[in-house]
T-cell receptor, first 114, second 111 residues
């Protein structure tokens, strides 16, 4: 089945450790996005990429890093510089070349840092 | 991308039509209106989008005012499973654009 997959669903890490969240899509979409969501809040854009080997910062990029070495993959690293990393992280993808593109979301990774 | 304004919360009785408003007074001529919804602890789901004309699909209808400064998402016969946060977004359809979500409207369907 085509779709976008995030793994793992739940992730626990000790404070001060870097952690990488996986996002893979087999929809042949050009664009991929990472969002952070805190309890009771909306989605905030961390990073986005519209083409392989290129990405841009979103509204809250500090303490995060990404790579886009392959079209289907857009991993997010939460570094030790991120002051409040515990959150729900969502990945999305979309086509950018068509007339009107809808975004498809993964089911999210809930990261807890203790 | 133009910003949107939505009420933080709404209630609707089961079986009735739910009408969710969205203001986007700074929308540009080439920006579409998109609606997504997020059921608790899941990824957002696309509902519908439109440019100028009203649109309808199996999930909902989208009514866009003639001046395009506001729109309404209509769920014609709301069910308990429609309880979710609904996001209205405006963006240019093509090219390298950010996809930015606001706070959305928390819709509660009451039995």
């Amino acid at each position: 089945d085509g779709g976008i997959t995030q793994s793992p669903k739940y992730l626990f890490r000790k404070e001060g450790q870097n952690v990488t969240l996986s996002c893979e899509q087999n929809l042949n979409h050009d664009a991929m996005y990472w969002y952070r969501q805190d309890p009771g809040q909306g989605l905030r854009l961390i990073y986005y990429s519209h083409i392989v080997n290129d990405f841009q910062k979103g509204d809250i990029a500090e303490g995060y890093s990404v790579s886009r070495e392959k079209k289907e993959s857009f991993p997010l690293t939460v570094t030790s510089a991120q002051k409040n990393p515990t959150a729900f992280y969502l990945c999305a993808s979309s086509i950018t070349s068509q007339g009107s593109d809808e975004a498809f979301f993964g089911q999210g990774t809930r990261l807890t840092v203790v | 991308d133009a910003k949107t304004t939505q009420p933080p919360s709404m209630d609707c009785a089961e079986g009735r039509a739910a009408n969710l408003p969205c203001n986007h007074s700074t929308i540009s001529g080439n920006e579409y209106v998109y609606w997504y919804r997020q059921i608790h602890s899941q990824g957002p789901q696309y509902i519908i989008h439109g440019l100028k004309n009203n649109e309808t699909n199996e999930m909902a209808s989208l009514i866009i005012t003639e001046d395009r400064k506001s729109s309404t998402l209509i769920l014609p016969h709301a069910t308990l499973r429609d309880t979710a946060v609904y996001y209205c977004i405006v963006r240019v359809a093509k090219g390298a654009q950010k996809l930015v979500f606001g706070q959305g409207t928390r819709l509660t369907i009451n039995p």
